[in-house]
């Protein structure tokens, strides 16, 4: 996969040099390059923003730096995604099918948001997301890029040491993960559960199972009647 993220604070975008894409990167599974957008600003105070037609508060990011920036990466036949709060919501299934692509270009907003007609010409090159990371307002798009490619790139095929791991996590069954344990089996007079020290392969699943079950009902009772491992036991047994 190639990633190319376009931001007038790349040095937001630094954590991409360490940690899991930095891991991705030396496995070769990933290329990364992070653009400052003021590169294809033309006037000598790099203007990238400007008053919104229509008047109201704050500045809207103009067209041209990024029509440019699109053009000199060729972002034709790329999925171009935009981070902004009017976005649709990100989730682990958008991150599962967004791995399966081969180039990434992220627009990262600040300010009011980017002129609309930004959107509007990607769109016209390329396929066009608009995502959000959250019900939340941030101060630009950088912190949602930073987390959206953290979830893509784990997912790339090759990534996980043991992909495992990935098939028991969080929503990944569209449930929250159960809680976990490791050693010693007494903490500060708190037990491990003795289930888990039982050595009943049958008999933890069914209590991991129950304990995600009863966590998603909690936490996130949203998620679980879209969830395809919850049966009607499952709930009722929660009364
Ligand atoms: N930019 C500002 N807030 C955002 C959010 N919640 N998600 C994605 N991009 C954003």
């Given at each position: 996969m190639r990633i190319d993220v376009l931001s007038i604070f790349p040095d937001y975008l630094a954590p991409l040099e360490l940690s899991l894409p930095g891991k991705a990167r030396a496995k070769g599974l990933l290329e990364l390059a992070v653009?400052?957008?003021r590169q294809w600003t033309t006037d000598k105070h790099h203007t990238t923003d400007d008053t919104p037609y229509g008047g109201g508060a704050g500045m809207v990011m103009k067209p041209e730096p990024f029509g440019a920036a699109f053009d000199d990466l060729g972002i034709d036949g790329a999925t171009v995604i935009f981070t902004t709060p009017s976005g649709a919501p990100f989730n682990q299934e958008m991150a599962r099918e967004l791995a399966t692509h081969d180039r990434l270009v992220f627009a990262c907003g600040r300010y009011e948001g980017i002129d609309q007609r930004v959107i509007d010409h990607a769109a016209s090159r390329a396929d066009?997301?608009?995502?959000?990371?959250?019900?939340?307002?941030?101060?630009?798009?950088?912190?949602?890029?930073?987390?959206?490619?953290?979830?893509?790139?784990?997912?790339?095929?090759?990534?996980?040491?043991?992909?495992?791991?990935?098939?028991?996590?969080?929503?990944?069954?569209?449930?929250?993960?159960?809680?976990?344990f490791t050693k010693p089996a007494e903490w500060r007079g708190l037990d491990v559960p003795p289930v888990l020290l039982s050595g009943n392969h049958k008999a933890i699943a069914q209590w991991r199972h129950d304990q995600a079950v009863r966590r998603t009902a909690d936490r996130r009772p949203d998620l679980l009647h879209g969830s395809a491992v919850v049966g009607i036991g499952d709930l009722s047994d929660l009364e």
């Amino acid at each position: 996969m190639r990633i190319d993220v376009l931001s007038i604070f790349p040095d937001y975008l630094a954590p991409l040099e360490l940690s899991l894409p930095g891991k991705a990167r030396a496995k070769g599974l990933l290329e990364l390059a992070v653009h400052d957008l003021r590169q294809w600003t033309t006037d000598k105070h790099h203007t990238t923003d400007d008053t919104p037609y229509g008047g109201g508060a704050g500045m809207v990011m103009k067209p041209e730096p990024f029509g440019a920036a699109f053009d000199d990466l060729g972002i034709d036949g790329a999925t171009v995604i935009f981070t902004t709060p009017s976005g649709a919501p990100f989730n682990q299934e958008m991150a599962r099918e967004l791995a399966t692509h081969d180039r990434l270009v992220f627009a990262c907003g600040r300010y009011e948001g980017i002129d609309q007609r930004v959107i509007d010409h990607a769109a016209s090159r390329a396929d066009v997301r608009e995502i959000s990371i959250g019900d939340y307002v941030l101060n630009g798009g950088e912190v949602a890029a930073l987390a959206i490619t953290e979830a893509v790139v784990r997912l790339l095929p090759g990534f996980m040491g043991n992909p495992d791991s990935l098939v028991e996590e969080s929503h990944e069954d569209g449930l929250l993960e159960y809680p976990v344990f490791t050693k010693p089996a007494e903490w500060r007079g708190l037990d491990v559960p003795p289930v888990l020290l039982s050595g009943n392969h049958k008999a933890i699943a069914q209590w991991r199972h129950d304990q995600a079950v009863r966590r998603t009902a909690d936490r996130r009772p949203d998620l679980l009647h879209g969830s395809a491992v919850v049966g009607i036991g499952d709930l009722s047994d929660l009364e």
